[in-house]
Each structure stands twice: as C-alpha cells, then as structure tokens.
C-alpha cells in the first residue's frame, strides 16, 4: 500500500509542477518511428525544451 500511494503522489507533483510549464521540440527536424516490442518510439530519442508558461 506505502509504495502504491508514493507513486500516486509522485505522479500528483509531477502533473502539477508540468501544469506550469509546456515541451516543445528542440529541432524541428521530423522524428522516425521505430518499432520497440508492441509500441513505437523515436528512432533517436526525442530532444525536448521546457519552456514557461504564460
């Protein structure tokens, strides 16, 4: 139960402190899928910028 409501809470302050703030790629080059088991993810990672909220 203890670690099950830490990750709830983990995930609460995230979603609160990211509420602030929005991502944005960091070149506006197109990013390839790569197929990873069942799901997709970028072929070279994705770069990302966090930038305020106004």
Sequence with gaps: ???ALALFEMK???AKMLS???L???DQ???YPQ???VTF???KGA???LKEKF
Aim: charged share 20%; aromatic share 4%; net charge negative.
């Design 35 to 37: 197929s990873r088991g």
């Design 12 to 14: 609460l302050v995230l």
């Design 29 to 31: 080059d197109p990013e």
């Design 47 to 49: 770069q990302m910028i």
């Design 1 to 3: 139960m203890g670690e």
């Design 20 to 22: 602030h703030y929005r």
């Design 41 to 43: 993810a970028p072929a």
């Design 24 to 26: 944005a790629m960091a």
